[in-house]
């Protein structure tokens, strides 16, 4: 079987119930950000020396995977939905990064490659979040999934400057530009 079906030569595209939608659909939208994102997570886990980290990286691909799936079923019927206890998870991984992280004020993103990886991925998460919002204007999204997007972005920013930690590059915005009063 190919990839090449020819089943989007005219705009549309197939949701996992089979559900024939236009390619610009604010659902097709919200599940392609997380797509770019995962992209990038599997770039920048190339750019990740600690081993704790890159498995936390994989972990998280696969459920950007599942989360997908669930966007692309508008019927609920997807068989492995997102739980609390995921949320939980991420929410708490960001917690234990910030207890190792003493924030001080504005970073400046990317010290290091690893961390300017990670900072990208925060930025789709983002954009990723919006337009899971923009969706769910529309349409009916499961709140534990835009709990867990929403997370996130977080994770990202925080995974960033542990990595600059560890790499003894964390840098801050603490004065004005020159020039200024």
């Not at 004020?105 to 990670?118: N, Q, T, W």
């Not at 709140?143 to 542990?162: C, E, T």
């Amino acid at each position: 079987m190919s990839i090449t079906t020819k089943g989007g030569d005219k705009g549309t595209t197939s949701l996992y119930t089979g559900q024939r939608v236009s390619k610009s659909d604010a659902r097709v939208e919200a599940y392609g950000n997380l797509d770019e994102l995962d992209a990038f997570i599997g770039e920048a886990k190339h750019h990740i020396a600690d081993t704790a980290l890159k498995q936390m990286l994989i972990e998280t691909q696969n459920r950007l995977y599942r989360v997908m799936g669930e966007l692309a079923t508008p019927d609920g019927s997807y068989p492995m939905p997102i739980c609390e206890e995921e949320v939980d998870a991420i929410t708490d991984a960001t917690h234990g990064f910030e207890a190792k992280v003493d924030l001080k004020g504005f970073v400046i993103p990317g010290s290091s490659i690893a961390s300017a990886r990670l900072d990208i991925c925060r930025t789709v998460a983002r954009r990723a979040e919006r337009r899971l919002i923009a969706l769910s204007q529309e349409a009916e999204v499961p709140p534990v999934l835009m709990k867990y997007v929403n997370r996130l972005s977080d994770f990202f920013f925080i995974m960033a400057r542990i990595v600059e930690v560890q790499e003894g590059v964390l840098t801050y915005k603490t004065k004005p530009a020159e020039g200024c009063k």
